[in-house]
């Protein structure tokens, strides 16, 4: 099977999708296959957050002005009437703000932005979307928002933890490392590094990294995963529902009666 090329036109597209594995996908395979199968085939389309919509505000902010209006000018939900942003997303402005000012932030997020990577990994072509690329500078770097930089968050895996665990950034960041070692040919990975700014008032912000045992440990978790996605993705494999996701809520025939005590079971 020829695998396609990349490119800026062709990268999120679902025939893409079909060739390339990628972090957003891995992570949504163990969340629900059915849903991801769906999301692949053309199927299902997941709503627009309000999270994901403030990402995509501060990531296209760093892609440099020309982008960064267009964000602005392809998305008026965002805006009044006036012009100006909706009360829920002014914090937006607020972290942009904060990154700005923030001599350290500002030498980390310098480097080319949002470069395209790709490599066979575990059998498969994995894809990435590197936010800033500086090999000359041993490193690249990912911009984080979240609700709060020092909260404990809860994941069902592994309890309260950092938002970098809860949310799979080090197998994020691990995988781009590898991805780009591979693709690049070179022998140790570069720096990897996360900037993170969060949603409060004043937004506080941090440069962060993650040690490379740490990350060694997160790749051999995604090959011991891998065949199981590889199979239900490629070799027809029926993909499991979770029963908790949008897709599965929109989607499920019930077909038997349950116990009340059952409506908080696995939740």
């Known amino acids: ?30 969340k629900c296959e059915a849903a991801t199968m769906a999301e692949i085939n053309g199927e299902w389309n997941p709503p627009t957050s309000e999270a994901l919509l403030f990402g995509q505000y501060v990531h296209a902010w760093l892609e440099g002005e020309q982008t960064f209006g267009e964000f602005k000018k392809n998305t008026p939900s965002l ?83 950092s938002f970098v665990e809860a949310y799979g950034y080090i197998a994020q960041m691990a995988l781009y490392a590898e991805i780009e070692r591979r693709m690049t040919g070179r022998s140790e990975w570069l720096e990897p590094l996360i900037v993170g700014v969060s949603k409060e008032a004043p937004p506080d912000k941090a440069v962060i990294n993650i040690d490379e045992a740490r990350m060694e440990i997160e790749l051999e978790e995604i090959e011991k995963r891998i065949e199981r996605i590889i199979q239900v993705k490629h070799g027809g494999e029926k993909p499991k529902r979770c029963e908790n996701c949008k897709y599965c809520r929109a989607t499920n025939q019930l077909n038997h009666i349950i116990h009340f005590s059952e409506l908080i079971e696995n939740h």
């Open 79 to 161: 805006f009044t009437q006036k012009g100006q942003l909706y009360k829920q997303y002014q914090v937006a402005d607020l972290m942009i703000e904060a990154i700005q000012n923030d001599d350290l932030c500002m030498f980390v997020l310098s480097g080319e932005k949002e470069v395209i990577i790709s490599a066979e990994l575990f059998g498969v072509p994995w894809k990435g979307k590197i936010d800033v690329y500086n090999p000359a500078g041993g490193r690249f770097a990912d911009l984080k928002t979240a609700r709060s930089l020092r909260e404990k968050v809860w994941n069902p895996e592994i309890g309260y933890c």
């Open 1 to 30: 099977m020829t695998v396609p090329i990349l490119n800026k036109e062709n990268y999120y597209s679902n025939e893409i999708d079909k060739h390339y594995m990628s972090n957003s996908q891995y992570k949504s395979f163990l």
